[in-house]
């Protein structure tokens, strides 16, 4: 059974810090690419980072490019978003996602963990 739990969530000044984990079980890490997506009151959930399999490589939202660095470690089995010179408009619930391949037909998420950017 597929399940990610993230964390790290919480309230912040602009311009501070925050690093997002997500702890994955209940399938071979290694063999998926991941992602973080997140969702602002009233707007869409929208793609944040994501991750190949290997960490080998990466793309981000033109939005977070140059402040959020999207992470893995296998041997763990955790994806982490470590995001640097937060604005208000960050705020929003961030969710960690496996993607659906060919040979499973659905996306999974966890529950979510809310990051509030405010003074």
């Known amino acids: 059974q597929v399940h990610l739990v993230e964390s790290g969530g919480g309230l912040v000044q602009p311009g501070g810090s925050l690093r997002l984990s997500c702890a994955a079980s209940?399938?071979?890490?290694?063999?998926?690419?991941m992602s973080w997506h997140r969702q602002a009151p009233g707007k869409e959930r929208e793609l944040v980072a994501a991750?190949?399999?290997?960490?080998?490589?990466?793309n981000y939202a033109d939005s977070v490019k140059g402040r959020f660095t999207i992470s893995r470690d296998n041997a763990k089995n955790t994806v982490s978003l470590q995001m640097n010179s937060l604005k208000p408009e960050d705020t929003a619930v961030y969710y960690c996602?496996?993607?659906?391949?060919?040979?499973?037909?659905?996306?999974?998420w966890g529950q979510g963990t809310q990051v509030t950017v405010s003074s």
């Open positions: 996602k496996r993607p659906r391949t060919m040979s499973v037909n659905r996306d999974y």
């Open positions: 209940g399938f071979t890490f290694s063999d998926y690419g």
């Open positions: 991750i190949t399999s290997s960490g080998s490589r990466t």
